[in-house]
């Protein structure tokens, strides 16, 4: 009800009378309404949809971008420790020589003959696996210099062949895996602790392959053994295989007049 200054007048609606028509401008406001609420929904809709697209490629397993678990290393020991060198090392001019006369050792893993030695040297029929790199030394000869409370102590001259490479490659790092077998020998076959006296430390040739050979003379004390010291040579030797020869010799110094088997043990080396 409207009420003017002395006069009173009802406002009567008609239920039934159609509803006015929206002027232009209440036309195009409740567009813009509209187009605002249908463009937020979308926007909703879009932002959930990328949120779930991003929680499964970077959070699920198969993930593209997810760093992948590092893999175990399986290589072998000594190819762990020393990966081959970027360019192969070249063997060199030197020719192996003339097999030398008389009787031969012969280990065909390892690829490698050298010098028999007759009485007190008797053949090898152990094996001797131990360190790091866990060489078998399986074939050679040995003779027993004393017998004390731990055990039997030896003279040896011994071979293998250690996987130095990975698959068919054949390059070798000389240096490293000659001075880590030898290494494994001092920490595992002699007593604790001990002094290294080094002779010789080098790449040279046996038989006409690249080599690399280690001597010394390592000191130990151990509680009823006579020896506390021993001439020691591990030679690596490059048989142009994964795998490596390995030459170990070994004189105790109860037995010196022996000491000149290392030398010439080394020198009659010849390939397979």
């Not at 009800?1 to 002395?6: A, P």
């Not at 028509?21 to 609420?37: A, G, N």
């Not at 926007?43 to 760093?67: D, E, H, I, K």
């Not at 010394?216 to 506390?228: C, I, Q, S, V």
Request: overall charge neutral.
């Amino acid at each position: 009800m409207v009420t003017r200054l002395g006069t009173s007048t009802e406002l009567v609606i008609d239920p039934f009378a159609p509803p006015p028509e929206p002027s232009p401008v209440d036309s195009r406001r409740r567009q813009r309404r509209m187009l605002l609420l249908f463009g937020g929904s979308a926007g909703a809709v879009a932002f959930v949809g990328v949120f779930v697209l991003l929680v499964v490629v970077f959070g699920g397993a198969g993930s593209p971008f997810r760093r992948p678990a590092a893999l175990p290393d399986t290589r072998p020991p000594l190819a762990r420790l020393c990966p081959p060198p970027s360019v192969a090392a070249s063997p060199g001019p030197g020719q192996p020589s003339a097999a030398p006369t008389g009787p031969r050792t012969t280990d065909p893993d390892a690829g490698i003959s050298y010098r028999r030695y007759g009485d007190p040297w008797i053949a090898w029929k152990d094996v001797w696996t131990a360190g790091t790199l866990q060489v078998a030394y399986k074939v050679g000869q040995h003779f027993v210099t004393e017998v004390y409370p731990n055990g039997t102590y030896h003279a040896s001259i011994l071979s293998a062949s250690v996987p130095a490479t990975v698959n068919d490659a054949v390059a070798i790092d000389l240096a490293c895996t000659g001075r880590q077998v030898a290494a494994d020998v001092r920490a595992e076959y002699y007593p604790q602790p001990n002094r290294m006296e080094l002779m010789r430390d080098e790449q040279t040739e046996l038989g006409g392959r690249p080599a690399w050979v280690t001597k010394f003379r390592l000191h130990f004390t151990e509680p009823g053994l006579k020896a506390d010291s021993e001439l020691v040579a591990v030679a690596l030797i490059d048989v142009g295989r994964p795998d490596a020869a390995i030459l170990y010799v070994s004189i105790p110094d109860t037995h010196p007049q022996f000491d000149w088997v290392v030398d010439d043990v080394l020198a009659s080396v010849r390939t397979n």
